[in-house]
């Protein structure tokens, strides 16, 4: 069943007899690509007989016939909104746009089938097709939309008036556009003032619209050739007789269009009013009248060719409309005007078209722009006061200044293309503007224009002079002008490792920041301790080659690997004395220490001055209570709220609020300490939470089911304010939006609203006085225009990131520049080159944003998600319609995830699961609701039912059911009985190869290979285009791309043959910034070869996804398909798969089976390193030692191999991350339970289990090797031991307690295992180290997490030497330390890992094997203990004052007995649980008995940490633990309240080491007791002389 309330009623019921497999596809064919379609179907099927070929003749008479009573009332429901796709032949018969060059695009009707001729134009609006197409100004023009997804939100009601009796939605009475032409038409409509849809409205109006036309082709054909002629062309179902007459082309220039659209007879509104106004009507829209009333004026519109010479004095004033065509086809009217002007008693005002009247009649004259402007995002340049106001415009003509006689002036100019926007008279009280300042649709920035035209009336008629410059500045948006810092030395504080709510974003924020102020010639000092980052970069990871001209490093002067705190920044600053501090630009934590350094004094105290947004504007945003204060100042709208600093105040306000209520905390990144609260338990317990880690909350009414919405704002010190990007949220307020899908731009708001929360934003920004880049965030009322403010952020934000790669404008490298004062009309948009960064940019594509979870690595943790954040990634998808993006997105996201569907098991498992589960799933917000909404869908449920649960806005869930019932179509049918059309329609809906094979026939007898090969005979390839901020209105020549099947042409040539480089992809546990960091170090390397590098990702938080990175930048997913159809497209002379993780990795061998060219260590070696089986095998064959080990299929094989070696032993699956799914088991029971997981985990690949070797040291190797030979390594040692997964592993560089022996074996394993795998590139191996026996646990064949660590710790950018390795080149001198894999004499560096664990209710913050750190920090120092120390801070565990409570498992105690000693003894008040208590009295060390909270008994552990009396737990448990439960309890309490936890016997020993050997016992710490020299200073102060390596090899081992 397609689809039921069709226009036209059909039901096609699909026999699965094969019988009628082959029509019906033909009928497929037919119904979604039409006639065309069908007949070449026909002739290409082998199957289908005469009698059928006689019926498929017959069909296209009766499709014609359903069509004549279509409407959107009820929609057909069962196809994509895509080209040909959203609706099909049965009901919208195509239609062909025809151009005076001949060039011809066939799209699909959704308007009237009349055939008509006019002039074809584009705008770039994103939102208020209503509102254009009945703009008078528009007549007999075709209109291009650049965004391709319209009709979203439906059309308002034609009957509604205002108080005017105008109507009230639009811009006149009518539709005065010839034609629509879009990319994608939505045939569901969403929008509490809609009473019809576009389409219905359109043919209403007689009015002509296609969809599913390129209308990127068609915006650079009219940028590159002008306004062009062009017709639509219908064919008739029927002719009788002879041939239908050609339509000729018209020349519209040559018409009188306002004679056209004048009204024939005067009309007058706001009669009575104040000031008389004489309105010319050249085409006036309906708004300019609602302004002018709305000021006091009567206004009495007149004809064109209204004698104003004669009647002009009995006014106060004349106003000049907008109005069609070319102005000299109006010089009657321009003749009456000079005489009006020869007067000068009547203040004259004139809009769009008037502005060019007005400058004929002074004199001047008007010329035809080659394509026109019109959108809503023009720079228009005040040359009075020299503001920047972005502008709607809609004109094909400009008037020429340099024409204007003496005493008329340039009011104001477009800084884009230099054209004229406005002139006006020295002294006399005329001025007009080009642009539209009433607006609808576009912003409102210059309506103050009206204003000046009242108090010109008002004035004049009060015989007082007009000045029209002081009349601006005194209601315009003050221009400021404030002295320009004098900035030197800036010092720049950076996020620290990546956690939850702070990830590596900053990272790309930061490193664009230090280009851009470098690019000024400015000193720049970085603090971030985050080793993994590229902008902690030095100039030893950069070195230039000796074969390509030296280029200036463009990193910082000097990086401190050093904890972001007041006390380090304070020892940084006394150091450099820099004179400016950025504070914008890491995060919450720079913020919070910048406020920090503020009150403390310490800016002050050292003369730094705050660039960019001063502290206390900072400050006034995030205080809940001022920053309230500050919106009632200027009337905004917030939700009642109170802020309040204890529990008590709390319950207090949600007393008067009422329940449910939000809490939300002061200060805090990422939700931190947010909910919504149902009850006072539930209150009580999170404001305790959250006071915990906050001084201050905020109880606010819930508004839970709102939309909400984001806009980035940029600002600069002279008040000249922006919107770069609006975004919409997926899910309802509630669901935090890091945890949120997000879309950009906005789809479901209309101009209305989208102009409203613009306007807003602007003055909300402009009142707090933000300088640089920021982030506002609404919850907007699905059912009204009702909105609150929820936060204003100040600073480079996760959506920031998200915001500057979905519309291509680097937020942060111009945020930087506004610090320094510099102005937004005077930087350039980084991507056009040529226009200016003060714009607004333009989409002509759809950008999809998913988080990324990982959950299920977590146990006892809850998957419900809420407004406190808990993903860890992000995926951005850009496509043509949101069907392309969505499911591309959910495919980068997780490569198992073939789109939006829902399988029988995984993602939720709502493929089986019962009504009653799912909806609850649907109701309660998740990790995978968006797989249940599938899953409903699936099951046939209603989208008002799906809506009503999840409160999602019907227009995503119609679009989603679109994709459900074309996986319906396509479900079943065989492969080559397949239709191209129907395979096209799969495609432009975002239908993977591989999701189609699991479709067709019987899901399993078609491969991903099979559909590619069908899909190409056909000749049904993607198409790449650019993104270039201005929906291609600019030349651009941006290498920042993307590809679609939705569209006819490629933007770019294919000539560069580039080396093609696969990225991290989404960043999750065990893949983050540390692959982005080596792809960096690919990329960069290949272009300092001179050799082209085409990069693929898709991470939004990266920096190898910033545009001036690489030759080529496709935004794209990393799988088969996608990698297949850049490296043919491209001709890519390799790629390169080795630095982006394990994703890249996975597809090594099916790459090469498609035989695609993979550079370095070949697929096969690969893939014998992958494979445990096969790995244990070769380690066998080349005699290196392993744990004891065995591939089981069966349990019964695994129960016996384990009983043979004895627990515990170890699960490990094959091409995994992280660990994923690998456990230590302790008994049979664990063993099955987890032995099924790894197989689900890794179910094409073997499962190995070997024998855990306990109290092992682990060792981790990064090295890089040719042709089998080791080049260059580094050797770590993990402080824990083996046990806890690498990751989350504290390392230290050099090792502190390998013998030289077993240093030599390490290297000797090493260059066996290389040899073996004949490795070329990077790799990491992982080794452990018992008894002086070493014996290896795995060997990875690409760059590793360590890499940035073992690089940066070796002083030598290891990923830069592989990449060498790799293409053949040679290798750049090695420091004579790096031939030993040993740091520079006299350097020790530490890594230590970053956890979440507080932002994961309910995980269990304990370690294993598998991997549960989201980032990392490290920090050099002169010994281990200094290093150690610092890097532990940076990973925000502050050392403790005085109290450390303690509770060591038994089989512990012996061994922690002298750090426990040690502890005690360096002045700790040791607190113990109750066995652990008598321990340490049995011996004598002294201590505090705190009880469990079940004993009854007083005092409690759990009073204790909650009053915070504790600052460090320390808690040795593990499986073997006799109080599981409550030791878990334990451990989740001091994570919920920010009690530093340690869980490692090593960690906690090393930790009493370096306290007693830096004496920093029983005090707080200052950061002078400890190094705090730059990572140059380390390098320089422990120089070694560099070794020429060989051109292709080093001397290997």
Known sequence: EIGENADVPVRIVMSRKRALAAPVALALALLITGADAWRAAVHASPRLSGARAALARVA?????????????????????????????????????????????????????????????????????????????????????????????????SADELDSLGLPANFESSKIHAAALIVGDYSHHHSHWTSRRSLSQWLMEQKIPALYGIDTRLLTKKIREKGALKAKIEFEPAYVSGGQALDLPFVDIGALNLVAEVSVKEPVTYGVGNTHKVLALDCGIKNNIIRDLVARDCEVHVVPWDYDLATNAYKYDGLFLSNGPGDPMRVDKTVETIKQVIAQGTVPIFGICMGNQLLARAAGASTFKLPYGNRGQNQPAQCTLTGACYITAQNHGYAVDPTQLPSGWKELFKNINDGSNEGIYHETLPYFSAQFHPEAKCGPTDTAFLFDAFTRAMGNTKAGLPFDLKAVIEEIAAPVLNPPRPVVKKVLLLGSGGLSIGQAGEFDYSGSQAIKALKEEGLEVILINPNIASVQTNTPEMDVQP??????????????????????????????????????????????????????????????????????????????????????????????????????????????????????????????????????????????????????????????????????????????????????????????????????????????????????????????????????IQYALDPNSADYCIIEVNPRLSRSSALASKATGYPLAAVAAKLALGMLLPELTNAVTKSTTACFEPSLDYVVTKVPRWDLNKFEKVSREIGSAMKSVGEVMAIGRTWEESLQKALRMVDPACLGFEAPKVGFGDYGISTDAELAYALEVATDTRIFAVAAALDRGWPVDRIHALTQIDPWFLWKQKRISDMRRVLTGIPLNELAPSTMLVAKKSGFSDKQIAGLVGDGMSAGEMDVRAARLRHGIRPVVKQIDTTGAETPAATNYLYMTYNGDENDVAFDQKGTLVLGSGVYRIGSSVEFDWCSVAAIRTLRKLGKASVMLNYNPETVSTDYDECDRLYFEEISRERVLDIYELESSSGIILSVGGQIPNNLALPLHAAGAKILGTSAENIDNAEDRFKFSKILDSIHVDQPLWKECALIEHARAFCAEVQYPCLIRPSYVLSGAAMKVVFNDTDLEIFLNKACDVSPDHPVVISKFIENAKEIEVDAVAMNGKVVNYAIAEHVENAGVHSG????????????????????????????????????????????????????????????????????????????????????????????????????????????SFRRLIGADPSLGVEMASTGEVAAFGPSVHDAFVKSLIASMVPLPGKNILVSIQERLRDDFTPTLQKLSSLGYTLFASEETSRFLDAQGIPNTLLHFKESGLTPTIDDAITERKIEMVVMLSNQDSKRTVVNYAIRRLAVDYGVPLVTNLQVAALFAEAVAKLALGGQKLSALQLDVRSMQEHYADNTVAPVELAPVAAEAK
């Open 546 to 775: 000796t074969d390509a001209p030296p280029a200036d490093f463009g990193g910082a002067d000097r990086t401190y690997l050093l904890p972001v705190t007041r006390e380090y920044v304070e020892a940084v600053i006394a150091r450099e004395r820099p004179d400016s501090i950025i504070l914008s630009m890491g995060g919450q934590t720079g913020l919070n220490c910048g406020i920090e350094l503020d009150r403390e004094g310490v800016l002050k105290k050292w003369g730094v001055q705050v660039l960019g947004t001063p502290v206390d504007v900072i400050i006034a945003t995030e205080d809940r209570g001022i920053f309230s204060d500050k919106l009632n100042e200027i009337g905004e709208r917030i939700a009642p709220s109170f802020a309040v600093d204890t529990v008590e105040d709390a319950l207090l306000a949600a007393q008067k609020i009422g329940y449910p209520c939000m809490i939300r905390a002061a200060f805090a990144l990422g939700g931190f300490g947010s909910g919504i609260m149902n009850n006072e338990p539930q209150l009580r317990a999170q404001a305790s939470v959250a006071l915990s880690g906050s001084p201050q909350v905020l109880i606010e009414k819930s508004l839970k089911g709102w939309k909400e919405v984001e806009y980035e704002v940029v600002r600069d010190a002279a008040n000249n304010c922006i919107t770069v990007c609006n975004m919409e949220n997926f899910d309802p307020l509630g669901v935090h939006t890091g945890d949120s899908i997000v879309i950009a731009p906005s789809q479901t708001l209309s101009d209305a609203e989208y102009h409203m929360l613009r306007t807003t934003a602007i003055n909300v920004v402009r009142h707090l006085g933000i300088v640089g880049e920021c982030n």
């Open 1288 to 1395: 989350d592993a504290t390392l230290m560089f050099p090792p502190e307690t390998l013998t030289a022996l077993e240093l030599a074996s390490i290297d000797d394993v090493a260059a066996r295992v290389c040899a073996a795998l004949i490795i070329t590139g990077p790799f990491n191996m992982q080794m452990i180290v018992k008894g002086g026996k070493v014996s290896v646990i795995e060997c990875n064949v690409r760059a590793s997490r360590s890499s940035p660590f073992a690089s940066k710790s070796l002083g030598y950018n290891l990923v830069e030497a592989a990449t060498r390795a790799m293409i053949g080149a040679p290798q750049l001198p090695l420091p004579r330390n790096a031939l030993t894999g040993m740091p520079r004499p006299g350097m020790h560096a530490v890594k230590s890992p970053m956890f």
């Open 60 to 156: 296209r008479p009766v499709a014609t016939r359903g069509r004549v009573a279509a409407s959107d009332t009820d929609r057909p429901i069962g196809f994509v909104g895509s080209t040909f796709g959203s609706n099909s032949a049965l009901f919208f018969r195509q239609g062909t746009l025809v151009l005076e060059d001949g060039t011809r695009l066939r799209g699909v009707s959704f308007g009237a089938e009349v055939a008509l001729a006019g002039e074809l134009v584009f705008t770039t609006g994103m939102v208020g097709y209503p509102e254009t197409l009945t703009d008078p100004s528009y007549a007999r023009q075709m209109i291009v939309m650049t965004y391709p997804i319209i009709g979203n939100y439906g059309v308002p």
